[in-house]
């Protein structure tokens, strides 16, 4: 979101912000506030979690700049000029972004591990392209996770919506106002019949998949573009004189829905969707005070005093710097504290101005570029150019690791030869660089059941006419043994049946879904129609659960504390495995590993001459293990406990046996997985 396109517009007609009659200083203040609850949010304030209303201001204001403008052009020469206009969001936007994207690459190959060179520059690629908003949204990015692990880019979301929204939108106001005037209305009524359709069709669809899928909706073009139709609706708008003690009620009322959002709102709301109607119709409202005072209502003159028309100037170079600060100076402390973030949001500050004076500024008013378009464009063109080269750089310089073929790498049986610890890799595979192209055959064949989805692929390994089947099942920590399940199945003749679904616990019980952020309804139905499946489908001599035991746990709509989580946990696990012993089926419980406190590929690629500093403890959950509670309060259940394979002495390691043991926080690596069948094997119940 750049939040700037009060400038861009009236730069649009002259050029000279302050020249262009109707200029509104109350719209360029409301960017002010927009900026403020981002950064008040980013900063992770706790009275500040409602920040995430920030985009929806900035979208309303664009919605109502851009179709005034282009409806105003309409009207006066029958037409909008496509190639006139194109060329002025060229011009103003791609330089300065081009400018970020580039020290992002920078520094992200200064400073960040690299083992994310690859995601960083797929995130420069996008954002360079203005689709990083579906990028993110493809990869179900969590917008609303603490921490600053992320990609420095994750602001960029705002920006590709809206440059989508610029190059669809004269084009449909053309279209409607082309097809309206056959009928012999008029340009404006065209344009109104445009934000009714794309708003109503917008904010229905918004409301329903806010509801399925938040995570996704909140990086939807689809599911914002209501708010840029309300902008609009207020740019057609005719609106009567009122007096100013009137207009002043309206614009303080909208002020107020928008700080209540800031204040009030927090993750636990589904957003976009209803909720996001506040801070929409409170911009509506401020917008509407200043038109029909013509600015004299208090909320104006308040909104347009000097020092937040300066913030609204600056807002979209200090909203482009403020979260790769975040990002690159959380890679240099470490975990910052709320201090520390308003320090790197007021110092973004500095690279802020800088890049407006000396790239936003002469660009937006260079009168060679203003007077030709073609070379508005070509300014343009080099600025993506230039952009995609660094992301295509950054891959290209990403160091290089010696690798082992897979069938080379000793992983697990190094523990049992010689339970020294690895302390220095020469050698590695996966490289960690490239730990994320680790992956099984069962991954390959998506069966892994996606969040949303509830029916299991038939997933069928190993020797499908044996008279001997086993199962695995459970979520994607089960699905991190099949490299090793897969390798028995053909020793012994095995039929394998793969039964996994993301985030899904195999115990019996409803929990949360962060991704979704909802109870996970889903993983209750597909563990019914799984359950059901095995027990008069498959009928297996041999069923292996497993699971992640820290899953948050809800009940009555609420999620539990840890300790009571994982009390109910237990009695989950419980629940099911006697569901599973009645099928006269042999159950093992494969018991949850230890995960990382810090990402395992990262860590490792900075640290190939010390992996010391890779090592880490369980956690308490681990160390209380419910699923292995379960599997003894249950006859007949065998645990299986690869613990000490990773976790020799107490302490759990990153490189074992020239292998990469965590492919992130938690789930093994294929090629160290592979090397754990002969243990797992061992210890698997006789099957007759």
């Known amino acids: 979101m750049r939040g700037n396109d009060a400038t861009a517009a009236r730069g649009a007609a002259e050029g000279g912000a302050r020249k262009r009659p109707g200029f509104r200083p109350d719209v360029e203040g409301l960017r002010a506030v927009a900026l403020l609850a981002i950064l008040l949010y980013h900063a992770s304030l706790p009275f500040a979690r409602g920040g995430i209303v920030g985009p929806d201001v900035f979208f309303v204001v664009s919605g109502f700049l851009i179709t005034r403008l282009l409806v105003d052009e309409a009207e006066r020469t029958g037409t909008i000029a496509l190639g006139r206009f194109y060329a002025h969001r060229a011009k103003r936007l791609l330089p300065l972004a081009a400018t970020v994207l580039i020290a992002v690459a920078v520094l992200a190959a200064l400073l960040l591990p690299a083992s994310r060179s690859d995601a960083v520059a797929g995130d420069v690629f996008s954002s360079a392209l203005y689709v990083v908003n579906w990028h993110f949204a493809a990869q179900s990015v969590d917008y609303f996770a603490g921490g600053y692990a992320g990609s420095p880019l994750q602001h960029f979301w705002t920006l590709s919506i809206e440059e989508q929204f610029y190059i669809v939108w004269p084009a449909l106001l053309l279209a409607f106002g082309w097809l309206w005037g056959r009928r012999g209305g008029s340009m404006r009524t065209g344009a109104w019949i445009a934000v009714a359709v794309v708003g109503t069709a917008s904010l229905t669809y918004g409301i329903w998949y806010s509801f399925e899928s938040p995570g996704q909706a909140y990086f939807s073009t689809f599911a914002r573009c209501w708010d840029m139709a309300i902008g609009g609706a207020l740019a057609l708008a005719t609106f009567p004189r009122l007096r100013t003690s009137l207009a002043a009620v309206l614009g303080f009322a909208g002020l107020a829905a928008i700080l209540v959002g800031t204040f009030a709102f927090d993750d636990t709301i589904p957003y976009p969707g209803v909720a996001a109607l506040a801070p929409a119709l409170g911009t509506g409202l401020v917008i509407a005070a200043g038109s029909a005072s013509a600015g004299a209502a208090w909320s104006s003159r308040m909104l347009g005093v000097a020092p937040m028309r300066w913030m609204g100037r600056m807002s979209y170079a200090w909203y482009m710097w403020h979260w790769p600060a975040l990002i690159f100076g959380a890679a240099l402390l470490g975990p910052l504290s709320v201090g520390a973030r308003l320090g790197l949001i007021v110092g973004s500050l500095i690279p802020a101005v800088i890049s407006h004076r000396l790239v936003e500024e002469p660009l937006r008013r260079s009168p060679i570029l203003r007077s030709r378009p073609r070379r508005a464009f070509a300014v343009g063109g080099a600025c993506t150019a230039l952009t995609l080269v660094a992301a295509a750089a950054l891959v290209v310089t990403e160091p290089s690791i010696p690798t082992l073929p897979a069938d080379e790498v000793r992983g697990a049986a190094a523990i049992e030869d010689q339970p020294t610890p690895q302390r220095v890799a020469q050698r590695l595979t996966p490289s960690p660089i490239k730990a994320g192209d680790d992956r099984s055959e069962m991954q390959d ?141 042999r159950v093992a419980v494969i018991k949850d590993l230890p995960p990382s406190p810090r990402n395992v590929p990262d860590c490792v690629s900075e640290s190939l001459r010390d992996l010391e500093e890779c090592t880490f403890r369980p956690d308490r959950a681990h160390l209380e293990a419910p699923d292995n509670h379960a599997a003894a309060r249950v006859d007949g259940v065998q645990l299986i406990d690869l613990t000490p394979l990773v976790c020799p002495d107490g302490l759990c390691r990153a490189v074992i046996g020239d292998a990469l043991v965590f492919r992130d926080y938690d789930h093994l690596t294929p090629t160290f997985a592979a090397t754990l069948a002969p243990m797992l094997g061992r210890q698997l119940p006789t099957i007759n």
């Open 445 to 585: 064949d998506g069966c892994l059941v996606e969040l949303e989805e509830t029916e299991s692929k038939p997933c069928v390994y190993g020797d499908p006419d044996s008279e001997t089947t086993v199962v695995l099942y459970g979520d994607s920590l089960a699905m991190q043994y099949f490299p090793a399940a897969a390798k028995l199945a053909k020793q012994r003749d095995w039929r394998l049946v793969g039964l996994t679904k993301a985030g899904c616990t195999p115990a019996e019980l409803t929990v949360y879904n962060h991704r979704l952020e909802r109870e996970y309804t889903e993983c209750d139905d597909w563990r019914e129609d799984t359950l059901q499946r095995i027990s008069e489908q498959e009928k297996p001599d041999l069923i292996l659960v497993s699971g992640r035991i820290s899953t948050p746990v809800m009940e009555d709509g609420e999620v539990l504390d840890e300790e009571a989580g994982l009390d109910r946990m237990e009695d989950g696990y419980v629940r099911v495995l006697e569901r599973l012993r009645e099928t006269g089926s």
